[in-house]
């Protein structure tokens, strides 16, 4: 069965200093995978998706992530956090193509300080 | 510009009540999804659509209903059976069941 565990409830970043979140999955198959954004009382935005073409995935905001089947990760970094980054996070495995239904982690709040 | 419109915003309902929650979509998707949020949960699956005139139960259906009539609409249904209704509700849609999906901006339902 799919599922998958975002590492970090919480993290706290200051701006203009790297951030990473982290997500484990577990797939008894090549998995698709996403990272989706929500700011308060806001809907979800797709940052990126894996779908099984290249490991290392470049989304929208300066965001990437880099799937690795090895350790069943597909952490999420950017380079430099800007303020405008704080927002809840979703790690997200797609349980099947045929009905497109999802398993969504936890979330991860992102703090960023000035 | 397309998108997926949720209303209302905010809701309330008074205990043994009824109450819909609207999603309309101009995006042309044939697959329509509800999710529930709670409190430092991740979104959980109410019920989804694939077509028109068709739907299945997803994780937590129980207290709800849905209707699918037409393509760009499926409002969900908060029935007096479900006993914990406060949450935040987000209404999805895609293409193609491999397709990301796309969020409205949800409604939020409280309890009088």
Not at chain 2, 9 to 38: I, P
Not at chain 2, 46 to 53: A, G, L, T
Not at chain 2, 67 to 73: A, D, G
Request: net charge positive; proline share 4%.
């Amino acid at each position: 069965a799919q599922s998958v565990t975002q590492l970090d409830s919480h993290v706290s970043v200051s701006e203009g200093t790297p951030v990473l979140l982290r997500c484990n999955y577990s797939s008894s198959y090549s998995p698709s995978l996403f990272w989706y954004v929500q700011h308060p009382n806001k809907g979800l935005q797709l940052l990126l998706k894996y779908t099984s073409a290249a490991t290392l995935v470049k989304g929208i905001n300066g965001f990437e992530a880099e799937f690795k089947k090895s350790e069943t990760s597909f952490h999420l970094t950017k380079p430099s956090a800007h303020m405008s980054d704080a927002a809840e996070y979703f790690c997200v495995v797609r349980v099947s193509s045929n009905t497109g239904k999802l398993i969504f982690g936890q979330g991860t709040t992102l703090q960023v300080k000035p | 510009d397309g998108g997926i419109t949720q209303s209302p915003k905010y809701l309330f309902r008074k205990e043994g009540q009824n109450v819909t929650l609207s999603c309309e979509q101009n995006l042309n998707h044939d697959a329509m999804y509800w999710y529930r949020q709670d409190p430092g949960q991740g979104l959980r699956l109410i019920y989804y659509s694939q077509i028109v005139n068709d739907f299945q139960k997803g994780d937590i259906a129980e207290g709800y209903s849905v209707s699918r009539e037409k393509k760009e609409s499926f409002p969900l249904t908060v029935t007096s059976a479900q006993k914990n209704p406060t949450a935040f509700y987000l209404c999805a849609s895609s293409t193609q069941n491999n397709q990301p999906q796309h969020f409205g901006d949800g409604t939020r339902l409280s309890i009088l």
